[in-house]
């Protein structure tokens, strides 16, 4: 034979094999080449611990997310990146429910997201994308919790990103110095410009993913939905989403009024509560205090509140001591949620929002019907909803019971997988059809199911249940009672 002749049979053959190989194409971020990994879901593929920004270590603790750090050859995205530093989770509560555990080390090295996506490296696609915020008080957490696997919303054709930001401390602390050293004269609310430079990430990469930067969906649920109510008021995400979905993060309650009790604290305020605190511990200037181990910096606002007295309740409630959420610091945040709604500064998105039965704020219904009626009255469509379906347990001896706060995750991502309640034939049914409303709504701005707005005219919510027979009876109507809290939560 040839050589001319073996050559072409070499190569015939390489073409042959090349054809046989499953399809993972290498894709280019902003930082250098990345490849995913197949999941069980269809065509689905996972990147996991993509960085979207340069480690916020030594100098860059306390400032603004700054360009990712770039990396040499192909980076397999097989793992997830570290969470924010955070306190560890206790066993019980959520952390049974949700099966904390295999999670990276805690780390203030976290800026890491990932994406589900089926149409990688065909930016033709332009498939709808989704980039949800996790929950837990702005001081736990992290976006690859078991419940937000996201394979499925990437099968039913939305790409679908979830992310790790700072949180407490390294997230949302104040002070004179980080202040005057900032280009903006502020400090605070790394945690809000680390969501804003995620959804930034998406507009810069999301086509390499098959995903339109144009059709962008924000969402979270608790601290999460309350990170998109902020940013449907920045003036610095303006343009960077077009839908928005609060997920138990309330509605209106009116005046200067936050979720769950607390107060938007101005800058001004924010930074002589975090003075005072470093100035005790003995860290009276930015070299000592970027200089501090990390566990020292996450102690000390706890020591300094036991250490002058006040309660439990006290202490979360007036948060004494280092900020630890978002402040108003006329930069990222100009005003409350409730006084941007008032005052028509919103975003004008379109909107869905809702609660569980159970949720821990008995009233939320109310709350979200002054905002539904608010964003009617600017002309913005709003979905409401309530999920009602008290979650299935073996022997009602589950701490976590009812329809709780946090129980439509496990529908709202399809995750049954994940979780070992006894789920039935009528809870799989609907999740699918909270799934399909959802990833519509991602879509088109529409969730479908004959799901109406609500407005003056139509005050009616989508309530998610099952009948007394097991079986999916969602359909349009005013919330149900039992809006009562009747389960141990982490704020008892």
């Known amino acids: 034979m040839s050589m001319k002749v073996k050559t072409l049979c070499v190569a015939c053959i390489a073409l042959a094999m090349a054809g046989c190989m499953e399809y993972n194409p290498v894709l280019q971020v902003e930082g250098g080449l990345v490849q995913g990994v197949k999941t069980d879901a269809k065509g689905v593929y996972v990147y996991r611990g993509i960085p979207y920004a340069a480690p916020p270590l030594g100098d860059l603790r306390w400032k603004e997310p700054q360009p990712v750090n770039a990396w040499s050859g192909i980076r397999l995205c097989n793992s997830f990146g570290h969470p924010s530093f955070q306190a560890a989770h206790y066993p019980g509560l959520y952390t049974t429910e949700w099966g904390y555990g295999n999670e990276a080390a805690y780390s203030e090295d976290c800026l890491y997201l990932n994406v589900w996506t089926n149409a990688p490296g065909k930016p033709e696609s332009k498939l709808p994308v989704a980039l949800f915020v996790h929950g837990g008080g702005f001081r736990e957490g992290w976006g690859s919790e078991p419940e937000l696997?996201?394979?499925?919303?990437?099968?039913k054709g939305v790409i679908t990103v979830t992310f790790n930001y700072r949180l407490g401390v390294f997230g949302f602390m104040a002070h004179p110095e980080l202040s005057a050293e900032s280009a903006h004269g502020v400090s605070g609310n790394y945690g809000l410009l680390d969501m804003i430079a995620a959804l930034k990430w998406i507009r810069n990469n999301i086509a390499q993913f098959g995903g339109d930067a144009g059709n962008v969906t924000l969402l979270g649920q608790s601290a999460g939905a309350d990170g998109v109510r902020k940013l449907c008021e920045s003036p610095l995400s303006a343009g960077l989403f077009d839908k928005a979905i609060i997920m138990s993060g309330d509605g209106l309650r009116g005046g200067d009024a936050a979720v769950r009790g607390h107060q938007d604290l101005t800058l001004k305020e924010a930074e002589q509560n975090c003075k005072e605190v470093l100035d005790w511990a003995g860290l009276t200037n930015l070299q000592k205090m970027r200089a501090a181990q990390t566990e020292v910096i996450f102690s000390l606002s706890s020591v300094y509140n036991m250490v002058h007295g006040g309660t439990t309740a006290e202490r979360f409630a007036y948060e004494p001591g280092i900020t630890q959420r978002p402040i108003l610091d006329n930069y990222v945040s100009f005003r409350s949620f409730d006084n941007a709604a008032m005052k028509d500064s919103l975003?004008?998105?379109?909107?869905?929002?809702?609660?569980?039965?159970?949720?821990?704020?008995?009233?939320?219904?109310?709350?979200?019907?002054?905002?539904?009626?608010?964003?009617?009255?600017?002309?913005?469509?709003?979905?409401?909803?309530?999920?009602?379906?008290?979650?299935?347990?073996?022997?009602?001896?589950?701490?976590?019971?009812?329809?709780?706060?946090?129980?439509?995750?496990?529908?709202?991502?399809?995750?049954?997988?994940?979780?070992?309640?006894?789920?039935?034939?009528?809870?799989?049914?609907?999740?699918?059809?909270?799934?399909?409303?959802?990833?519509?709504?991602?879509?088109?701005g529409n969730p479908g199911l004959s799901w109406e707005p609500y407005t003056k005219e139509n005050q009616r919510y989508m309530i998610f249940k099952l009948d007394d027979s097991g079986?999916?009876?969602?359909?349009?109507?005013?919330?149900?009672?039992?809006n009562n809290v009747f389960h141990r939560t982490p704020f008892d």
């Not at 347990?393 to 709780?404: C, K």
């Open 149 to 155: 696997d996201a394979r499925q919303w990437a099968e």
């Open 471 to 482: 079986q999916d009876a969602s359909a349009m109507g005013f919330p149900l009672d039992g």
């Open 347 to 444: 975003h004008h998105v379109t909107y869905m929002i809702g609660f569980t039965m159970h949720d821990y704020l008995g009233d939320m219904r109310y709350a979200i019907d002054a905002f539904c009626l608010n964003r009617d009255s600017c002309g913005d469509r709003v979905y409401a909803y309530q999920f009602a379906r008290p979650l299935p347990t073996e022997d009602g001896t589950r701490q976590l019971e009812g329809a709780f706060h946090s129980a439509d995750l496990w529908y709202v991502f399809a995750s049954m997988r994940h979780s070992n309640r006894p789920w039935t034939k009528g809870d799989a049914n609907l999740s699918n059809t909270m799934l399909t409303a959802w990833t519509n709504f991602a879509k088109t």
